[in-house]
């Protein structure tokens, strides 16, 4: 299952030969008895997957760049691209490094500015949260309303104030901030160099030979384009 902001999806599967329509059935009629005592406006959608959710196409990109500079190029111009072809439905990126904020407090600081380790801790998986608060109506218009406020640098976070007795404190007095490389799970290789992986699923009524074919064709334009760009620029 997977959470975001105001949506929750959560996957089911079965063994093979199971009755699918029955299953399917099933799964509504016990997620529609579970939201009838949850809070009002929350909706769902049931639907089985298909051979649609098996990706028609699989590429691997590397560049003498270095590997962040190609996601960020293949996010920009490639990912755009593909989607807009004909019969796409989703492409997923892989094979870039992923980071996450590491804070870690010192000890020293901590008594200093008598800020308790464990109100430290709660305030930080609060601070920086956006949590739907509900619901504006005016006339025929609908309006969502959040509270909080997303830190989008280490700046933001460093920043953040801890009350003490004394008055707040940054966070950076207490404690160091840093991004730190999270552990990879699997990693995208081509010709043995380090990649970026692109799959591609098509829509259901799509035809599976004939995506792959134009987002193929597509690539290979894009690609084309981009190295007559670095021949002018030389």
């Known amino acids: 299952s997977s959470t975001a902001n105001g949506s929750a999806q959560v996957s089911v599967t079965w063994a093979f030969g199971g009755d699918g329509d029955k299953i399917l059935a099933d799964v509504n009629a016990a997620t529609t008895a579970t939201l009838a005592s949850g809070p009002d406006g929350v909706a769902s959608q049931v639907f089985a997957g298909s051979t649609s959710d098996i990706p028609v196409l699989a590429l691997a990109l590397t560049s003498e760049a270095s590997l962040d500079s190609l996601a960020d190029r293949v996010n920009e111009v490639l990912v755009p691209l593909i989607e807009n072809v004909p019969g796409v439905r989703e492409v997923e990126v892989a094979g870039r490094v992923q980071e996450r904020v590491l804070v870690t407090a010192s000890p020293a600081a901590l008594v200093e500015h008598k800020v308790d380790q ?117």
């Open 118 to 234: 464990a109100m430290l801790g709660a305030l930080l998986r609060t601070a920086g949260a956006v949590i739907p608060a509900g619901t504006s109506v005016e006339g025929d218009q609908s309006l969502a309303i959040e509270v909080g406020q997303e830190n989008s640098t280490l700046e933001d976070i460093a920043a953040l104030p801890i009350p003490t007795l004394d008055g707040p404190v940054l966070l950076s007095e207490v404690a160091k901030v840093e991004l730190v490389p999270v552990e990879q799970s699997s990693i995208s290789r081509a010709d043995g160099r380090p990649a970026i992986g692109l799959t591609i699923t098509k829509t259901p009524d799509a035809n599976a030979v004939q995506v792959s074919h134009a987002v193929s064709d597509a690539v290979a334009a894009a690609l084309d384009r981009h190295a007559q760009e670095n021949e002018e620029n030389a």
